[in-house]
């Protein structure tokens, strides 16, 4: 399967893009995966995630290393990566627990379906999942957008990705 390529020229003048500054770059991302590679019904997930949580937290050594400050989790399908994904998540919930004062996770992922020359941001206010929906934190990515670092992601490509 080929990549589109993805760059945004002028990110304000782009109809591909969307302006930081624009009313239209803030909306909720559709849980465009649900149903294909992570079931969409929430009971069902819900019980999928705590299966895995539960095998993860009967198998996991006790911390010796401290609180992490970043987990490198594979994100494939839930059937081939969850079972994984849920000792990383579980050291994440231990270092959540231990610092009640981190308020803000941060997501790094590759595009799938686009090529970037640049690294963009989600113009999404709200992140919908089958569980619950994740606010966003518009702050910071207005922080983020503003060293001229990063652009601002489109929608559509958004919301074909599955991170």
């Not at 003048?13 to 559709?30: E, N, Q």
């Not at 059937?79 to 994904?85: E, L, V, W």
């Amino acid at each position: 399967m080929g990549q589109s390529h993805y760059k945004p020229q002028n990110v304000a003048a782009d109809s591909t893009s969307m302006s930081s500054s624009s009313p239209s770059s803030r909306y909720s991302r559709r849980a465009y995966h649900a149903g294909s590679w992570y079931d969409s019904d929430k009971l069902a997930l819900d019980a999928t995630l705590s299966k895995f949580f539960a095998d993860a937290a009967q198998n996991q050594r006790p911390s010796v290393l401290g609180i992490p400050r970043a987990c490198i989790c594979p994100h494939a399908g839930f059937s081939y990566s969850g079972p994984t994904a849920a000792y990383s998540y579980l050291a994440l919930k231990e270092a959540l627990e231990r610092n009640p004062s981190i308020r803000t996770i941060v997501v790094l992922h590759p595009s799938h379906h686009v090529f970037l020359e640049s690294l963009l941001i989600s113009g999404a206010s709200t992140i919908e999942t089958p569980l619950m929906n994740l606010a966003v934190d518009d702050v910071l990515r207005e922080k983020l957008l503003s060293t001229g670092k990063f652009d601002l992601m489109n929608q559509r490509v958004d919301e074909h990705e599955h991170s």
